[in-house]
């Protein structure tokens, strides 16, 4: 596709619910990674994988929340048992990485996830 | 965001120059960006500026970094009504991919 895109755009859950959010990254795009942004905050790292292997998992907050990229494409986001707290905007952004070196991160618009 | 600091708001008049600056902590700081977001909108980059550049211009776009006190700056030349959203600084370390660091984001708005 021609960008990031983010499935749902908005979702509103009862607490204790499970959510998935998905991710599509831009085609060809070896690295993709997941943010939360809460209100007034900039985007914190959750987790990331090259290719189907993730990377790095140490911001995700609790063993409620994974992720996984299975064909090393698209990815899901899951929250179990949501609580209030999870409330936020997450944002989802995908890179080429280029020979190891950093490459620019380009990013959807995002699903906002409210837990009532 | 308690890596990479910036004021929360600033107001300019349509056709002046916006400065949007920002300081950092973690030395090891290798790539700094700007990111732009307008509400309802994705994050936008905007541009970036290597560790070993002190300054870097593309079009109406001005960064400047200062290595020594840690601060990266954003000049924006005569600010257009457009230019009013959010703009966040930053940064990666090393050279391999790994994570943004992220400021708070500062709030700009051009009156017209």
């Known amino acids: 596709g021609a960008g990031v895109s983010q499935s749902p755009r908005y979702k509103v859950t009862k607490r204790g619910q499970d959510v998935a959010l998905r991710c599509d990254p831009i085609?060809?795009?070896?690295?993709l990674y997941w943010y939360r942004q809460a209100l007034g905050q900039g985007p914190e790292f959750l987790t990331y994988?090259?290719?189907?292997?993730?990377?790095?998992k140490s911001g995700l907050p609790n063993d409620r929340f994974s992720a996984e990229r299975p064909e090393g494409s698209i990815s899901t986001l899951t929250i179990q048992r949501t609580e209030q707290r999870d409330s936020a905007m997450y944002r989802c952004a995908s890179s080429f990485r280029r020979g190891g070196y950093t490459d620019t991160q380009y990013f959807g618009p995002g699903t906002r996830l409210t837990v009532l | 965001g308690e890596d990479v600091e910036q004021s929360l708001f600033l107001s300019v008049r349509e056709g002046d120059s916006s400065v949007i600056n920002c300081t950092y902590t973690?030395?090891?700081?290798?790539?700094l960006y700007w990111y732009k977001q307008e509400p309802g909108a994705g994050l936008q980059l905007l541009t970036y500026i290597f560790s070993n550049m002190d300054m870097k211009q593309d079009q109406r776009l001005t960064v400047l970094l200062n290595k020594k006190d840690k601060h990266l700056s954003l000049r924006i030349a005569d600010t257009q009504t457009g230019d009013s959203a959010i703009y966040f600084c930053a940064f990666t370390s090393n050279s391999g991919n790994t994570p943004l660091v992220f400021g708070k984001g500062t709030r700009l708005s051009v009156i017209a």
């Open positions: 973690d030395s090891s700081s290798t790539y």
């Open positions: 994988f090259n290719y189907e292997a993730q990377q790095d």
């Open positions: 085609s060809g795009h070896v690295s």
